[in-house]
């Protein structure tokens, strides 16, 4: 299984972006069932959850996050998105998506993909 970011890069404040996670190695009913999530992991800081969404479509957002960033997924495509609007120079940071799979109970992590906002 392998998870691939894109759709990163600098920004000015105020802008948007939006990040974009393939699943590969992953059957669909395995990517349908699993848990995804955006990480952010700022310069000296520890990786923290940005966004979430269950099987069920249920999302979560750190507070930081909330009214401007949403998370979705196309389980068809295989794919999570993060549309992050009103961006601020706070969001830099490197963007992780992450999937559990409650079928394998193994945890899945991308290779990252760089945030950017300028001010």
């Known amino acids: 299984v392998q998870l691939v970011e894109s759709g990163g890069g600098l920004v000015q404040a105020g802008g948007s972006l939006r990040l974009s996670c393939a699943a590969s190695?992953?059957?669909?009913?395995?990517?349908?069932?699993?848990?995804k999530a955006w990480y952010a992991q700022a310069p000296g800081k520890q990786r923290e959850l940005v966004a979430q969404?269950?099987?069920?479509?249920?999302?979560n957002y750190a507070d930081s996050v909330k009214g401007r960033f949403t998370i979705s997924r196309d389980n068809t495509r295989k794919r999570v998105y993060l549309q992050m609007n009103s961006l601020k120079p706070e969001d830099t940071a490197v963007y992780y998506c992450?999937?559990?799979?409650?079928?394998?109970?193994?945890?899945?992590w991308g290779q990252g993909t760089q945030v950017t906002v300028s001010s």
């Open positions: 992450y999937m559990s799979s409650v079928t394998y109970g193994t945890d899945y």
């Open positions: 190695g992953m059957i669909l009913s395995v990517f349908s069932s699993s848990t």
């Open positions: 969404i269950t099987p069920d479509g249920s999302t």
